[in-house]
């Protein structure tokens, strides 16, 4: 009887999920929440089976199909030790893997190849391969480690909104700009933050890259001050090998341009994204098969589908 092959590239902002057959054909995809199993397993949980029921109707299978598929997981805090145990036990799958998302995005972005990937999403991380040993920097979450990060700097904006109301630090638009959408009330910004999780702070991240182009100087300073610190663990990784950088994730795009000229020089474009790395490595560890292709047969690549996590 066939067998199903399924794939999840789950963040702090969403998950999204692919079904393969036995040949590597992409069948279907679906779409669903955060699925950061650290910050909050349970929801994690019904966003990663939201999208994988998603893309089993998008392939016309019913779930009597789940008990033949197996599963490689890609997931927002799957580095921590223990955080995916929970997570696989409750997949009704034949097999059923969880790793860190920075594993299938370092097989998607390089395939086998040797260097570093940088996940700059909700949340920062660098996985690197050499002589194909993988080893694992930052990642440790929100709010303690994942410097650089999408959920990091928003936090440092409404931080700054507080230096600024309470007239230590210099306004600018940008801060005038986010203190009118809380009315100007400091206790607006507190309540927001008591309750807010890393995917409401990073949606204001993009603004500051936004203002920034507009010479906003609190823009710029915030900026400068999260590159720093993406910088100097690539500098590091620079002083050990490393010869090959992918940038991924929501905010690659945004770091490219402000990244020095000696790191810009080593960055390669990803061959393809997380969702397509989860399906290469389930494919590898439960069957020996080509790389994904899509319905037509061609090399499947999402990235040029792909919008900002």
Known sequence: MAEFFIGVDGGGTGCRAAIADVNGVFLGQGCGGPAN???NLEGALVNIRTAIDAAFAQ???EQVHYARSHAFLGLAGANIAGAGTAIAQAMPFAHTEVESDGLIALQGALGDQDGVVVILGTGTAYIIRNEGKIRFIGGWGFPLSDLG???RLGQSLLQECLLVHDGIHPGSPLISALLNEFDNKPDNLVEFGRKAVPADYG???PRIFDYAQRGDLTALMLLKRSVAYVGETLDMLILQGVE???LLGGMARFYREYLPDHQQKLLVE???DGLTGAVQLVLKR???SPCPKSQHGTVFDPMTERTAQ
Request: hydrophobic share 50%; net charge positive.
């Open 149 to 151: 990060s999408g959920a």
């Open 286 to 288: 439960f069957l020996s």
């Open 244 to 246: 090959r950088i992918s």
């Open 203 to 205: 949606r204001y991240a």
């Open 37 to 39: 199993i650290v910050t």
């Open 270 to 272: 990803p061959a393809a």
């Open 59 to 61: 392939a016309g299978l």
